[in-house]
């Protein structure tokens, strides 16, 4: 899968026939297309913002009249895989912090996941917030505020994102950097 580019904000499509329940029951693997680095995410418990566990809520059987979404924003902060380093090219036409095509899939029987790639093309190290939309036919399903660990000067991270769980049908995600710090 060749990269988008870095463009804001980003959003990939995904064909929901047959992928919410072709993944294995397991983690997959992902494949940085601009390092060639092949890794599997160690992925962490997300939580609400007040630490109460999640509540059940109504789901449908028809993803168009789907109307259940997760209120509120979950925050995340999942670790990061370090696929190399890429040259320091932040400048007038380039951004500190690009973010490259995430990918979305379901692991049947637990959450939709989707895999970010984060690169610092500058010379500083930076802390990124990124800010994250899981929708279905463009109506929010679940929301989600991703803080990504440190990346060093000209490092390039693949950070993997936890979206509802796969009862809940979503078609699209739209991420997007919210802040660098």
Known sequence: MKPLGRIFPLAVLV??????FSALAQV???????????????????????GSPKTNVDRAFDPR????????????????N?????PMTAGPSVPIVGLDA???QA???QHWLTVLYVTNNSSATVDVVVGCNFTNQGQRVF??????PPAGPGERLGVPVRGPQTD???DKVLCMVMAPI
């Open 15 to 20: 064909g929901a026939a047959g992928l919410a």
């Open 28 to 50: 997959p693997e992902f494949r940085d297309s601009r390092t060639g680095k092949i890794w599997t995410p160690e992925l962490s418990e997300a939580v609400n913002p007040d």
């Open 65 to 80: 009249s789907q109307t259940a979404r997760i209120e509120g924003v979950v925050v995340q902060r999942p670790r990061a």
């Open 82 to 86: 370090l696929m190399g380093t890429v």
């Open 102 to 104: 995430p990918t979305l």
């Open 107 to 109: 692991i049947p029987g």
């Open 143 to 148: 929301e989600t505020r991703v803080i990504v």
């Open 168 to 170: 809940l049908f979503v």
